[in-house]
């Protein structure tokens, strides 16, 4: 084994043990007789990363800028086991996650947030979402993009206010985590009240809904299957965008091609991206069968060849923008995308209804950004590009009009499937760093990414460290991957310490709870009449 990096991570063995968070050194290697990357702990543990060429990419953009958080709530106090976010984390929230509720009308077996499975209700109250919201900003310095999550979020009847809430408090971006089934359902019966519960949403300040979709095969997607085609005409109408989400383990890596799929021939109807999500061996998800079901990104990739985008030149780690953001940025005190390397991978495809064209046919996107860093960074680097950089100074020029200046060399090919001009709104987005202009870019492009959350088996303090999707408690902004995967210290006991105290209101919202599920049996009593539906038929190409 050829030693690739060292870090540091968990000794999961000795935390199933004793309930102990104990730090131990681990290492990426190399198995050179098969081109395969593990982490590879003290303890014994081996658990696989992805292939060579993998890491051979993400490698070509490592995180190099770093910040800290304006008023950490606790000093650093170790290898990030003391979790806060502390004086020692090296980036900001880039996504607050705030968990609405663990009611749910769904029980996926991969699943730990339902109040059943819990044995309590949380359910917090508009004024502690606030408390948590005012936590947020004040440790950051700036309200953050918000998602809205659960459990299952549209089971709070007062979802409306608390993305009101969100918007008026500041926040640029607030999206939705939801199954779709109850939004589905609510079209399937009665689509103009459906339509009117989105678009209040959307007229709150909703900009975006990530719903759940593991596969178009009912089999494998028992989940959702039969709500999201509605759904997606419920979004639509409401005027909110919407992005997959697959869930991937062994058992539906077959489906992530035709996922995508589904979405290139659902984009008309709002479909802004997909993002894979491989599976974390944490919760109710059997430890015991994590071989079995491990999926890398490397392996979403790789399924993505029926497609044509296998190719890992097309994909991009979360850091390679970090510069590009920066730049586009309106104030220093913003989103950052300082994060490791290995977190996630991402690209665009422009689409013409029937296939995907990655971005990199039509920008030479690796020599873009690179000029992006050499332009924004370095004044050594600046002054090499000769007099007419100088000049340009002289007169006045920002980096911005610089870098608009530039892009002509850059471009492949200048308009997209529909006619499009691609640079025009590329150069908008880049002079104005605004909101509205880079949401004109994600109009005409399809986000096609993947964000592998770690589990007790691959967990590497150096990712936690420059985490940037933060989950929001009352008693601090959690790292994503620490809030969920040392569950029993951060998670189960901030929901169990803050759940719903009031007997008889627990009670109550757990008989509701359930006659939300009964409601999903009752709708799917009708499969043969929803497979006829010309809606459900589109969808799905039939």
């Known amino acids: ?316 780690p979360v850091p390679s923008v970090q510069f590009l953001a920066d730049a586009m940025s309106p104030t220093p005190d913003n989103v950052h995308f300082y994060n490791n390397e290995k977190c996630g991978i991402a690209t665009y495809v422009f689409t013409d209804g029937k296939r995907a064209y990655p971005i990199t046919d039509y920008i030479d996107v690796d020599a873009f950004l690179q000029e992006v860093e050499e332009v924004f960074t370095s004044w050594k680097k600046k002054i090499a590009l000769g007099l007419s950089f100088l000049k340009k100074r002289i007169f006045g020029k920002s980096e911005r009009e610089i870098l608009i200046e530039k892009l002509d060399e850059y471009i492949k090919k200048r308009h997209l499937p529909d006619g499009t001009d691609l640079r025009a709104i590329i150069a908008r987005a880049i002079e104005t760093g605004h909101y509205e202009d880079l949401g004109k870019f994600h109009e005409k492009a399809l986000f096609i990414g993947m964000m592998h959350f770690m589990d007790p088996f691959n967990y590497d303090v150096n990712r936690v460290q420059r985490c940037s999707i933060h989950y929001a408690a009352p008693t601090g902004i959690y790292p994503f991957c620490t809030y969920n995967v040392w569950s029993e210290r951060y998670r189960d006991a901030l929901l169990k310490a803050y759940r719903i105290k009031d007997k008889e209101l627990e009670k109550k919202l757990m008989e509701y709870e359930k006659a939300e599920a009964r409601k999903v049996v009752e709708f799917r009593k009708h499969i043969d009449e929803i497979k006829e539906h010309p809606i459900y038929r589109e969808a799905y190409g039939l």
Not at 29 to 52: A, F, I, M, Q
Not at 129 to 145: C, D, H, Q, T, W
């Open 1 to 316: 084994m050829k030693v690739l990096e060292e870090t540091l991570s968990i000794d999961e063995k000795h935390y199933y043990e004793t309930g102990e968070i104990r730090p131990v050194h681990a290492r990426y290697v190399l198995d050179e007789e098969t081109n395969t990357v593990y982490l590879e702990k003290d303890n014994g543990t081996r658990e696989r990363v992805g292939t060579l060429r993998y890491w051979e990419r993400i490698k070509k953009f490592p995180a190099k800028l770093e910040t800290r958080v304006k008023k950490p709530v606790r000093p650093f106090q170790g290898p990030c086991i003391s979790c806060g976010l502390c004086d020692g984390h090296k980036n900001t929230t880039a996504l607050l996650n705030v968990v609405a509720t663990n009611l749910c009308n769904l029980r996926c077996w991969y699943c730990f947030f339902y109040s059943e499975a819990a044995g309590y209700v949380y359910y917090p109250s508009l004024e502690e979402i606030r408390k948590m919201f005012e936590l947020a900003k004040s440790v950051n310095g700036y309200m953050p993009p918000i998602q809205i999550t659960g459990g299952e979020p549209t089971l709070r009847d007062d979802l409306v206010d608390i993305i009101r809430m969100a918007k008026e408090m500041g926040s640029s971006h607030v999206q939705l985590n939801t199954n779709s089934v109850k939004i589905g359902i609510m079209y399937y019966e009665d689509p103009k009240k459906a339509a009117n519960y989105v678009r209040q949403m959307r007229n709150a300040g909703l900009n975006v809904i990530y719903t759940s979709f593991d596969g178009v095969d009912p089999k494998i997607n028992f989940k959702n299957h039969y709500e999201i085609p509605f759904a997606l005409r419920a979004y639509h109408e409401g005027n909110v965008g919407s992005v997959l989400v697959p869930t991937v383990f062994q058992g539906n890596l077959d489906q992530v091609p035709k996922v995508l799929e589904f979405a290139i021939r659902n984009q008309k109807w709002g479909i802004k991206g997909v993002n894979y999500q491989p599976i974390s061996i944490v919760g109710m998800t059997p430890k015991n069968e994590r071989e079995k079901l491990r999926v890398t990104q490397a392996d979403v990739v790789e399924a993505l060849a029926p497609l044509g985008l296998d190719n890992m030149d097309y994909w991009y």
